[in-house]
């Protein structure tokens, strides 16, 4: 059986990254070694304390964990990783937790996080997020004070003063219909989507309304997922909107269009 294994000894939670790791290679040495599992039967958690109070203790708790979780990567091979995200912004007001969490959630990720214990609903995809909001939170994730500056209480004055976390509240809406039915591809939203297809369907046959602008949606998915801005979550609910409008525009296709009369493929 597989085990998640806390980065806990008998002084509690480690803090720092070389007490995470530390603790880590007690666990795995016990694990491994003396009852025999396989080090890919244990999943670490790096655990972190919130960076919302403040406390000068836990200024750095975001980037000892995400240096922790590199660290075990890199000195305990084949193990893997997982985490609880939402502790990170405990205390903080919801719009900024979604920010925080999302942003932390990004850099762990890159780190070498292997599962996340998240709400989909509580985090967002980055490049919704507006740029200042996400440099801010960076900034508090990797304790970037300075004389005169403290990002933490920059991000919570950013976010009382902002009524909308999304970059999309500064973007123009989508005036073409092409630009709309793409826009809900890319955003996941399928309320409703037949509507816009029976008006493309107008002007243009159900193939070409997939090949041009539906896929050209699922492009853009694919590009903010490699590039880390969109998290697995997101790219499924965009998946489904276009499962959802291929399947609505199928039984206006003709039988050749479905594919009926093309050859076969060998693998």
Sequence with gaps: AALVALTIDEKGMAKTRDDKLRVAKRIHDLAVQKFGLRPQDLLFDTLTFTLGSGDEEFRKAG??????????KKELPGVFTVLGVSNISFGLAPQIRQVLNSVFLHYAIEAGLDGAI???????????????????????IFDERREGFDPLHALMAHYQEASEISAHAKREEPKTLDEQLKARIID??????????DEAMKTRGPLDIINTVLLDGMRVVGDLFGSGQMQLPFVLQSAETMKAAVRYLEPFMPKSDLGQHKGKMVL
């Design 63 to 72: 980037i000892e964990t995400i240096e922790a979780i590199r660290l075990i």
């Design 188 to 197: 996941g939203n399928k309320q409703g989507i037949e509507m816009l297809l």
């Design 118 to 140: 998240v709400n989909s609903k509580k985090i967002v995809p980055l490049y919704k997020i507006d740029d200042k909001g996400r440099e801010l939170a960076r900034q508090v």
